[in-house]
């Protein structure tokens, strides 16, 4: 289930998941590498500001006339190449984490622009995964094996969700996942009116635990297409909001599947819904749930 930390326009249960986060570093300082490449998939990369939180990095641009300029925006499906992932992940996993990216940056435009699939734009969105670290799955299993609660950790909010879930089971502090993804959103003349280069790191206290080398990845990039949505949709930066309570619209289509506000949304398929909660309460694999790109369930 596509569970990551979602929010708001702003942002809406970051802090949670931070307070969270704080404790376990403290307690097992168990996160994974959080690495931010050079930029080389971007038409430019020299007037960026640094920005982070717990356990994720970012460097940011973005014109401030963009907000009042744009009103379509068209999203080119994320590339995520063989090379990056090298033999560890199949076509269908990184298809699936490409995705995850394309469908939760795909909601948070959709609160302020609307959504093309096809024909000019005043601004096209493009992304590429630039590196991943693959999650150790005996490592997770042996979380797994300890673990029988239910988990509801994600796009509603992981800090969230476990105050209402579970008494969480913190993970072998092993092999855990990242990934790094740059991003730029052009206009018609092909000038770069925004950009991010995102670092992201699972972490031993608040990300669930699959038997699935791309779950820590999976979840991760949902998290950069919030980041990167909100952005664009804010021009606010996505780390530095404050803390709100999820919307019923990001609650029923972020995590129950239901259809997006914006039917050109629909391109990127839906959040698994119960299916994928029950799948992720057992440490199922997301491609289980997960049907990718440009499905919908009736």
């Known amino acids: ?3 990551r930390s979602q929010r708001t ?6 802090a ?3 307070g969270l986060s704080a ?6 300082a ?3 590498d959080v690495v931010l490449t050079d930029g080389r998939s ?30 379509t925006v068209r999203i080119v499906p994320t590339a995520f190449q063989e090379t990056v992932s090298g033999p560890g992940l199949n076509p269908v996993e990184r298809r699936l984490i490409a995705n995850a990216a394309d469908r939760a940056l795909c909601y948070d435009l959709s609160l302020r622009y609307d959504i093309v699939s096809s024909g000019r734009a005043d601004l096209t969105v493009r992304a590429a995964i630039t590196r991943i670290d693959l999650t150790n799955v005996p490592a997770a299993g042996a979380t797994i094996a300890a673990s029988t609660a239910l988990s509801i950790a994600g796009q509603v909010g992981v800090g969230f969700a476990n105050t209402i879930g579970k008494v969480p089971v913190p993970r072998v502090p092993i092999g855990l996942g990242s990934l790094t993804i740059e991003a730029e959103a052009l206009d018609i003349r092909n000038r770069q009116r925004a950009a991010m ?23 991760l990039a949902g998290e950069f297409g919030q980041d990167f949505g909100s952005y664009l949709a804010t021009g606010k930066d996505p780390f530095r909001g404050e803390l709100q309570i999820p919307t019923y619209d990001r609650v029923r289509i972020t995590t129950l599947g239901e259809a997006p506000l914006d039917p050109d949304c629909e391109a990127f398929g839906r959040a698994p819904g119960i299916d994928g909660i029950l799948a992720d309460s057992i440490g199922l ?11 919908a369930r009736p």
Do not use: H
């Not at 990095?57 to 009042?68: C, G, H, M, Q, V």
């Not at 990300?207 to 999976?218: G, H, I």
């Not at 694999?285 to 499905?295: A, E, I, K, L, S």
């Open 16 to 18: 949670a998941r931070i």
């Open 30 to 32: 168990g996160c994974g």
């Open 42 to 71: 971007l038409s430019r990369s020299d007037q960026f500001m640094s920005t982070d939180a717990v356990a994720s990095e970012a460097k940011l641009f973005i014109d401030p006339t963009l907000l009042s300029t744009v009103r």
């Open 23 to 28: 404790v376990a570093f403290a307690l097992l």
């Open 197 to 219: 280069i995102w670092g992201g790191a699972a972490n031993a206290f608040t990300n669930q635990a699959r038997f699935s080398a791309a779950s820590d990845a999976y979840d």
């Open 9 to 14: 326009l702003a942002t809406p249960a970051r």
């Open 285 to 295: 694999p997301p491609d289980w749930t997960d049907r990718g790109p440009g499905f």
């Open 1 to 3: 289930m596509l569970l």
